[in-house]
C-alpha cells in the first residue's frame, strides 16, 4: 500500500464494523472503543463482518484520511477477536494483510522427546 506518510503505529481493530461509519464514526471508535488518541499520526485498520472490506484511518498533520479497499474474489486474514479489542501490527505484518497472508504468522510448534 503506497501512503503519503509512513505511521509510526498501527493498530487493527479486531472486531468486525458497521462499514457506514466514515471519519467520524471510525474517530469515535478509536478514542472510546481503543481509549487511544487518533490525532498521534497512527494508522487505524477496521474490517467489515464479511472479511472482504477494510477502511484505514490516519491523521496526516492536515486532517484525516480515510482509505478504502474491497477484495473481489477473496477475504482478508483477519485475526479472530480476542480479549482485547485491537492489536498492535509491523509494517511488514500490514504488508503481508494486504497482499493476503496471515498476520500473526506461524505458531511455533513444541516438541518433546518421547518417554521424558
Known sequence: MKMFVEPDDI???????????????LLVMVENELKMNAFTGALFLFCNKKRD????????????????KRLEKHKF??????ELSHMHLSEQQLH?????????????????????
Not at 13 to 25: A, E, T, V, Y
Not at 99 to 104: A, E, L, Q, R, W
Request: hydrophobic share 40%; charged share 20%; net charge positive.
Open 77 to 82: 486474514k483477519w485475526p479472530n477477536e480476542m
Open 11 to 25: 493498530y487493527l481493530h479486531l472486531s468486525p464494523i458497521d462499514f457506514r461509519k466514515s471519519i467520524n464514526g
Open 96 to 116: 503481508w494483510l494486504l497482499s493476503g497472508f496471515d498476520v500473526m504468522g506461524h505458531q511455533p510448534l513444541q516438541y518433546r522427546a518421547s518417554g521424558l
Open 53 to 68: 472490506k477494510l477502511k484505514c484511518l490516519y491523521w496526516d498533520k492536515t486532517g484525516f484520511a480515510l482509505w478504502y
